[in-house]
């Protein structure tokens, strides 16, 4: 082999060495520190507000009231926004990620490398996505939470701070977009990245609320170990 190649060749296998290194070093990572415990479970109060964590085996959403003596989240979020536009949903569900993902893969037969490039390492826009349920139901991938008032003033907050609002200070709208008949998305705050994800979002969101959360997480997983660990149950008994 020439010795140009060779060089090549030795090159070739160390970055290749490198990226398979820097990916186990992450995985490590992200499960040790999704491991390590943050917070409190909140217990039913007779003021408390229930909200919920749900999943859909890859992706986390926060599923609060619609409306509250706190807030009317449909002076924001609209139902109008959404297909269906029905006013009887109880709930709305916000989840955070990237813009790319979000509107240009609606499953993951059609991601495309240039989307999950982008979206890895800070290339791409942020949106969140607002979709209105009936109460959900409990299960291994939805969790009831107990808020304080003072703890859901601060996750409403949170929830807010996270949009993007133009010049009117109102919420921008992405028309023309949704999975169903009940969501909408909108134009969102921050960058999707490999350490900040739609899962880190929500678990910032929970440690927000003081509620139990993961030191760090990208993944769901990471988010839902706390809940279903042994003495973890309803109500934090």
């Not at 139901?137 to 996270?162: H, P």
């Not at 993007?164 to 921008?172: H, K, N, P, S």
């Amino acid at each position: 082999m020439p010795v140009t190649l060779k060089k090549i060749a030795k090159g070739a296998a160390y970055a290749g060495g490198s990226i398979l290194g820097l990916l186990a070093l992450y995985g490590v990572a992200a499960v040790g520190l999704s491991a390590v415990p943050v917070g409190e479970r909140g217990r039913p109060a007779p003021d408390s507000v229930e909200v919920y964590i749900l999943s859909n085996g890859v992706h986390t959403d926060i599923v609060v009231p619609v409306r509250s003596p706190q807030i009317d989240w449909t002076r924001q979020i609209r139902y109008a926004d959404t297909p269906a536009a029905d006013p009887s949903m109880q709930f709305v569900g916000f989840g955070w990620g990237d813009k790319g993902f979000y509107l240009d893969t609606p499953t993951w037969a059609e991601l495309k490398p240039s989307t999950a490039f982008k979206a890895m390492f800070w290339l791409g826009e942020s949106a969140i996505h607002a979709t209105f349920h009936h109460r959900p139901t409990e299960g291994k991938d939805c969790v009831r939470l107990y808020l304080s008032r003072a703890q859901y003033a601060r996750l409403i907050d949170f929830i807010q701070q996270s949009f993007d609002y133009d010049a009117q200070g109102r919420v921008e709208h992405i028309a023309g977009h949704s999975y169903g008949q009940f969501d909408a998305f909108y134009e969102a705050r921050r960058t999707y990245n490999l350490f900040y994800t739609c899962n880190s979002w929500t678990n910032e969101a929970l440690k927000a609320a003081g509620q139990r959360a993961a030191f760090w997480t990208p993944f769901d997983a990471g988010i839902f170990w706390h809940y279903r660990e042994r003495g973890v149950t309803e109500g934090g008994r």
